[in-house]
């Protein structure tokens, strides 16, 4: 019998998406096809222990880093939404928590009131996407981004980082294009339009670029914007650590900034502005 998604579980997954950008953007082509036979004993050992975040999460997400997943078959019963589970291997999945999910692994079939709000909270703040999403190929997806939808916006950035950025084997891989940049824009646009988790996404993109100033700055409006999960992450990281008290300082004068932009777009684009 499996056990039940208790709180410290949820935090888990959610602190999993925060740090998933980072392992995946850290893996090679030749370890992609490695460690599915680990993939047991490394959720085994995780769900024994507290949702510290730092290397034991990216040993967690290296033992299951598998090719880009297409995720389940849309015909196949119970996934009309990506369940987000460990019984899958997309990391993305793996992270989220759906109710759907808890419902699976909880022996009751029912979450508490306070997984209830966990979960509730992460809907909220934009961690899911639906899986019609990971089905589309990159021309329906950009269609769906072009036309402001959500989580194409997010979805797309995520294909762009994780699939194709550096990939040129790929067929959809397209020399020369600026996955990183176009990756930040969409996730921008998201955030504006709702997905408060698209700020620590793109906090998140700067640290693996070496960019601690600009990770700092979209982690503080992360932590405004209600993400306290991703932002408490970022904080524990060595990249922050390291950082002096007059580089906290300038991130946070740039986040006062960006913020202020963001407001004005948000403004713009409802018309009110």
Same mark, same amino acid.
């Given at each position: 019998?499996?056990? =039940?998604?208790?709180?410290? !579980?949820?935090?888990?997954?959610?602190?999993?998406?925060?740090?998933?950008?980072?392992?995946?953007?850290?893996?090679?082509?030749?370890?992609?096809? @490695?460690? !599915?036979?680990a993939e047991q004993a490394a959720r085994a050992?995780? =769900?024994?222990?507290?949702?510290?975040?730092?290397?034991?999460?990216?040993?967690?997400?290296? =033992?299951? $880093?598998?090719?880009?997943?297409?995720?389940?078959?849309? #015909? /196949?019963? %119970?996934h009309e939404h990506a369940a987000h589970d460990?019984?899958?291997?997309? *990391?993305?999945?793996?992270?989220?928590? #759906?109710?759907?999910?808890?419902?699976?692994?909880?022996?009751?079939?029912?979450? #508490?009131?306070?997984?209830?709000?966990?979960?509730?909270?992460?809907?909220?703040?934009?961690?899911?996407?639906?899986?019609? &999403?990971? @089905?589309? *190929?990159?021309?329906?997806? !950009?269609?769906?981004?072009?036309?402001? $939808?959500?989580?194409?916006?997010?979805?797309? =950035?995520?294909?762009?980082?994780?699939?194709?950025?550096?990939?040129?084997?790929?067929?959809?891989?397209?020399?020369?294009? *600026? &996955?990183? /940049?176009?990756?930040r824009t969409a996730l921008t646009e998201a955030?504006?339009?709702?997905?408060?988790?698209?700020?620590?996404?793109?906090?998140?993109? &700067?640290?693996?670029?070496?960019?601690?100033? $600009?990770?700092?700055?979209?982690?503080?409006?992360?932590?405004?914007? %209600?993400?306290?999960? #991703?932002?408490?992450?970022?904080?524990?990281?060595?990249?922050?650590?390291?950082? %002096? /008290?007059?580089? !906290?300082?300038?991130?946070?004068?740039?986040?006062?900034?960006?913020?202020?932009?963001?407001?004005?777009?948000?403004?713009?684009?409802?018309?009110?502005?």
């Amino acid at each position: 019998m499996k056990a =039940a998604m208790t709180p410290t !579980r949820w935090g888990m997954a959610a602190v999993l998406l925060a740090s998933g950008l980072m392992v995946w953007w850290q893996q090679d082509e030749a370890a992609q096809e @490695q460690a !599915r036979a680990a993939e047991q004993a490394a959720r085994a050992a995780a =769900a024994s222990q507290p949702a510290e975040p730092g290397n034991a999460l990216r040993d967690l997400f290296g =033992a299951v $880093d598998q090719p880009l997943p297409r995720g389940p078959k849309a #015909s /196949e019963p %119970g996934h009309e939404h990506a369940a987000h589970d460990h019984s899958h291997d997309n *990391p993305w999945q793996m992270a989220g928590a #759906s109710t759907e999910a808890a419902d699976a692994l909880s022996p009751q079939g029912e979450l #508490s009131a306070e997984d209830k709000a966990i979960n509730e909270n992460l809907r909220r703040l934009g961690y899911q996407i639906h899986e019609r &999403y990971y @089905q589309m *190929p990159l021309t329906q997806l !950009r269609q769906a981004a072009a036309a402001k $939808d959500v989580q194409a916006l997010t979805h797309l =950035a995520e294909r762009y980082l994780f699939a194709l950025d550096g990939k040129p084997q790929d067929p959809e891989h397209e020399p020369g294009f *600026p &996955y990183r /940049e176009a990756a930040r824009t969409a996730l921008t646009e998201a955030y504006l339009r709702g997905n408060l988790h698209a700020a620590a996404m793109i906090s998140e993109t &700067y640290l693996l670029e070496k960019r601690p100033l $600009d990770a700092a700055a979209w982690n503080l409006i992360a932590r405004r914007s %209600g993400d306290e999960l #991703s932002a408490d992450w970022f904080v524990r990281t060595q990249d922050y650590q390291q950082l %002096g /008290e007059a580089t !906290r300082q300038e991130a946070a004068q740039k986040a006062e900034a960006l913020w202020a932009q963001l407001e004005q777009s948000r403004k713009k684009s409802s018309g009110t502005g």
